[in-house]
C-alpha cells in the first residue's frame, strides 16, 4: 500500500514513552461506509487492521515519502459478539523469535473488547516501485487470459451489496473451489462501498472478503462471520485477472475453514477461519 492522502479512519492521539500508541476511530458512516457491517465481518476487520496499524507507523515517524508496504501475516481474535465498532485503541510492537510484530487492540465506545490482532509486514526499498508492479501485472495478464466471468449471485456468496460478489459458483466436479475475479466493478468504490484500495493490487480485505464467500458457498449460503483467524500474504493477487481459492490441504472442519488462494498457478494467499 503507498502512503495515503484522505483523511484517516485513525487519529492517533498520543505516542507513549514504550513506544505504544494510542488512537481513536471514526464513527462517520458517510465517510467509512464499511461501518455498516458487523463489527467482526471481515471486511472490517482488515480495514480497521490496515488504517491503525498504518496511521501508528506515521505517529513514530516509521514512514519515508513514497514508500509503499505490504501486510505479509497477521492473525486477529474478536471479542464477544454485541460488540460496537471501535471507537479507540491502543497499538505495540513486540518481537518473537527475532521477529517484530506489531499488536492492534480496539474497544468500543463502552469500553468492550472489538478485536485484537497482531501481524508482520515488509516495506519496499525498490524506489521504482511502480515499475516493477507494473512488469508483474503485464506478466500475470498474459500468463491468465482475460474470459467471460460467471458470479454466483450476491445471495450464494452472502455479499453485502448487490454488485459484492467475486466467486463464480463451486466447481461441479466434487472438488471443493472455485474461480475468483475482483475489479474495480465489484471491489473497489464507489461501484462498491464497502471495499477500498489503492488500485494497484487486491489488497487484504479483498481477499478476506474472497475467503468469507468461499464459506458462504461451502454452507450452502448459510453466511458465517469469524471470530477469529489467520491469513498469510505471499505474494500480489492482481486485479482484473482471474484466481483459483480452494480449500487447503487441511480442509475443513466443522468450526474452522482452511483456504488458498492460487493466480497463474503461485500460491498467493493462506487463510484460516474459525467459527467459534
Not at 206 to 216: C, P
Request: hydrophobic share 40%; with cysteine; glycine share 10%.
Amino acid at each position: 500500500m503507498a502512503q495515503v492522502s484522505v483523511d484517516p479512519w485513525a487519529t492517533t492521539h498520543e505516542v507513549l514513552p514504550d513506544g505504544t500508541v494510542a488512537f481513536s476511530c471514526s464513527q462517520d458512516v458517510a465517510l467509512w461506509p464499511w461501518l455498516e457491517l458487523d463489527p467482526h465481518d471481515p471486511i472490517v476487520i482488515q480495514t480497521i487492521n490496515f488504517w491503525a496499524s498504518y496511521q501508528s507507523g506515521q505517529a513514530r515517524g516509521g514512514w519515508e515519502p513514497g514508500q509503499w508496504t505490504a501486510l505479509t501475516w497477521m492473525e486477529w481474535e474478536c471479542g464477544d459478539r454485541g460488540c460496537g465498532h471501535a471507537t479507540h485503541g491502543i497499538e505495540d510492537t513486540f518481537e518473537i523469535d527475532g521477529e517484530m510484530r506489531f499488536r492492534l487492540t480496539f474497544f468500543d465506545v463502552a469500553g468492550r473488547l472489538v478485536a485484537r490482532m497482531s501481524g508482520t509486514g515488509v516495506v519496499f526499498r525498490n524506489r521504482d516501485f511502480e515499475g516493477w508492479r507494473a512488469k508483474s501485472k503485464q506478466q500475470a495478464a498474459i500468463e491468465t487470459a482475460p474470459e467471460n466471468f460467471e458470479f454466483a449471485s450476491s445471495a450464494e456468496v452472502g455479499a453485502s451489496v448487490p454488485c459484492g460478489s467475486v466467486l463464480a459458483p463451486l466447481e461441479q466436479s466434487g472438488i471443493q473451489s472455485t474461480r475468483g475475479l475482483i475489479t474495480p466493478e465489484n471491489g473497489l468504490a464507489p461501484a462498491n462501498p464497502h471495499l477500498s484500495g489503492s488500485g494497484d493490487h487486491v489488497n487484504a480485505t479483498h481477499l478476506a472478503e474472497a475467503v468469507r464467500q468461499f464459506d458462504t458457498l461451502l454452507q450452502a449460503g448459510d453466511r458465517r462471520i469469524p471470530t477469529g483467524g489467520e491469513m498469510r500474504f505471499s505474494r500480489y493477487v492482481e486485479l482484473g485477472v482471474p484466481f483459483d481459492i480452494s480449500l487447503s490441504a487441511t480442509g475443513a472442519e466443522q468450526q474452522v475453514t482452511h483456504a488458498e488462494v492460487h493466480q497463474g498457478g503461485r500460491l498467493c494467499t493462506t487463510a484460516s477461519f474459525r467459527f467459534a
